[in-house]
């Protein structure tokens, strides 16, 4: 906004500041004083001295002006009083930019009125971009990412972008979607993109210090083909089996008309938990399979992604679809003993021994054949694979039954 002061016999300011969402554009009135140089573009790091020379109609004396630098006063002894009329300052080391739009040197009048300013631009060159990056969703289109060279920030305006090419015979192309915010170094290729002719890709990098141009990739876009993540993931238990659930999902659709072999990637986490663990990896063209090994009575989190292998005869490995959302299935209890001749009597007493029990005839209904099989050296095996289970060890706890306590009261459960 416009300064509205004015001194004595003074005209309007001479410098107005539009501020929008903290980015402030310098607009220069010099009617007061002034400023030189008009807008420096400067590397970090250099050195500058700025002259405010007034206009002699006004009746200022130098020896009365100050300065700020985007708002902050600096110290007079940077100032030099070179005339009644021109007062300089010097700034050493300068830093990067704080805004892209450049910093505020402002030569204002005893009052603080402001006499006339400056934008500069302090920055660096760019260097040459790096990790260039590209996909195709489905051969239909082309994403482009790539990261800045050196440090990254080169604290002024700097222009990024994507050319292509085909390889032999294409005229040069110029990407025209580019991402803002995060994934501002993004560009996205809609359409018009020749299958079975390799591309030449490159990313130059320009500013008023400077330009840059990165190494030139060349690819296929059937060597860099990903799909969408597999649809209609369901996760189901494995009929009263505690340890296991079935996972099943379709093939990607998009691809359908296409020759191809799918790999898949199947990984689960426990609800309560952050961390993934990866349980297939690699399983072809199949679309279902069963994990194994889990824990009762426990809620999972599953999800698939999908790599298409050898596109159209590709030799290349295919790039790893997002993962699909999370499905979610729980595995029934091992509390629930299934109907049988060795289910306890129900009204006994629940003792510990009978606890213990119902577990070890559970497992022996999944490692015998029938309870005729049943024996204290089956039982002994037993209670060697309970000490090295940690999950049934924390549900039976620490005790040691004798072989004759179970003997004298096993007729009794």
Same mark, same amino acid.
Not at 97 to 119: E, F, P, R, T
Not at 326 to 355: F, V, Y
């Given at each position: 906004?416009?300064?509205?002061?004015?001194?004595? !016999?003074?005209?309007?300011?001479?410098?107005?500041?539009?501020?929008?969402?903290?980015?402030?554009?310098?607009?220069?009135?010099?009617?007061?004083?002034? &400023?030189?140089?008009?807008?420096?573009?400067?590397?970090?790091?250099?050195?500058?001295?700025?002259?405010?020379?007034?206009?002699?109609?006004?009746?200022?004396?130098?020896?009365?002006?100050?300065?700020?630098?985007?708002?902050?006063?600096?110290?007079?002894?940077?100032?030099?009083? $070179?005339?009644?009329?021109?007062?300089?300052?010097?700034?050493?080391?300068?830093?990067?930019?704080?805004?892209?739009?450049?910093?505020?040197?402002?030569?204002?009048?005893? =009052?603080?009125?402001?006499? !006339?300013?400056?934008?500069?631009?302090?920055?660096?060159?760019?260097?040459?971009?790096?990790?260039?990056?590209?996909?195709?969703?489905?051969?239909?289109?082309?994403?482009?990412?790539?990261?800045?060279?050196?440090?990254?920030?080169?604290?002024?305006?700097?222009?990024?972008?994507?050319?292509?090419?085909?390889?032999?015979?294409?005229?040069?192309?110029?990407?025209?979607?580019?991402?803002?915010?995060?994934?501002?170094?993004?560009?996205?290729?809609?359409?018009?993109?020749?299958?079975?002719?390799?591309?030449? &890709?490159?990313?130059?990098?320009?500013?008023?210090?400077?330009?840059?141009?990165? =190494?030139?990739?060349?690819?296929? &876009?059937?060597?860099?083909?990903?799909?969408?993540?597999?649809?209609?993931?369901?996760?189901?238990?494995?009929?009263?089996? =505690?340890?296991?659930?079935?996972?099943?999902?379709?093939?990607?659709?998009?691809?359908?008309?296409?020759?191809?072999?799918?790999?898949?990637?199947?990984?689960?986490?426990?609800? =309560?938990?952050?961390?993934?663990?990866?349980? $297939?990896?690699?399983?072809?063209?199949?679309?279902?399979?069963?994990?194994?090994?889990?824990?009762? !009575?426990?809620?999972?989190?599953?999800?698939?992604?999908?790599?298409?292998?050898? &596109?159209?005869?590709?030799?290349?490995?295919?790039?790893?679809?997002?993962?699909?959302?999370?499905?979610?299935?729980?595995?029934?209890?091992?509390?629930?003993?299934?109907?049988?001749?060795?289910?306890?009597?129900?009204?006994?007493?629940?003792?510990?021994?009978?606890?213990?029990?119902?577990?070890?005839?559970?497992?022996?209904?999944?490692?015998?054949?029938?309870?005729?099989? $049943?024996?204290?050296?089956?039982?002994?095996?037993?209670?060697?694979?309970?000490?090295?289970?940690?999950?049934?060890?924390?549900?039976?706890?620490?005790?040691?039954?004798?072989?004759?306590?179970?003997?004298?009261?096993?007729?009794?459960?």
């Amino acid at each position: 906004l416009p300064h509205s002061k004015k001194g004595p !016999g003074l005209q309007p300011v001479s410098v107005w500041r539009l501020c929008v969402l903290t980015v402030c554009l310098c607009v220069h009135h010099p009617d007061e004083a002034a &400023i030189s140089p008009q807008d420096p573009i400067l590397r970090i790091g250099s050195s500058l001295t700025a002259t405010c020379t007034l206009s002699p109609e006004f009746g200022l004396h130098a020896s009365m002006l100050f300065w700020t630098l985007n708002g902050m006063r600096l110290s007079s002894s940077a100032y030099t009083v $070179m005339s009644s009329d021109v007062l300089s300052v010097t700034l050493h080391n300068l830093n990067g930019s704080k805004q892209q739009s450049g910093d505020n040197l402002v030569c204002h009048g005893a =009052d603080g009125h402001v006499l !006339g300013g400056s934008c500069l631009y302090v920055g660096m060159p760019p260097e040459k971009p790096v990790n260039l990056t590209c996909w195709s969703r489905n051969t239909k289109d082309l994403r482009c990412r790539w990261s800045p060279g050196g440090v990254g920030e080169t604290h002024i305006r700097t222009k990024y972008t994507l050319k292509y090419k085909l390889r032999w015979y294409g005229r040069e192309k110029e990407c025209e979607n580019y991402s803002t915010g995060k994934q501002r170094y993004t560009c996205y290729i809609p359409r018009n993109l020749a299958l079975f002719t390799p591309y030449e &890709i490159w990313v130059e990098a320009n500013n008023q210090l400077g330009s840059a141009t990165s =190494d030139i990739t060349t690819l296929d &876009i059937l060597d860099v083909v990903t799909t969408d993540a597999p649809a209609n993931v369901q996760v189901s238990r494995v009929g009263d089996l =505690d340890d296991q659930l079935t996972v099943r999902w379709t093939s990607p659709s998009e691809l359908k008309d296409i020759l191809f072999q799918a790999k898949y990637q199947i990984r689960y986490r426990l609800e =309560d938990s952050t961390e993934w663990k990866v349980a $297939m990896d690699d399983v072809g063209n199949q679309t279902s399979c069963r994990l194994a090994g889990l824990r009762p !009575g426990t809620v999972y989190f599953v999800q698939v992604r999908c790599n298409p292998v050898g &596109i159209y005869g590709s030799r290349k490995a295919g790039i790893w679809s997002d993962w699909s959302h999370p499905t979610a299935a729980s595995t029934p209890s091992n509390e629930r003993l299934q109907s049988g001749s060795c289910d306890p009597k129900p009204g006994e007493q629940n003792s510990t021994l009978r606890r213990e029990l119902k577990q070890f005839f559970g497992w022996v209904r999944k490692h015998a054949y029938g309870c005729s099989g $049943m024996s204290i050296k089956l039982y002994d095996q037993w209670r060697v694979w309970l000490q090295k289970s940690h999950r049934t060890r924390n549900q039976v706890g620490k005790q040691n039954l004798s072989f004759h306590y179970l003997h004298t009261h096993i007729d009794t459960i």
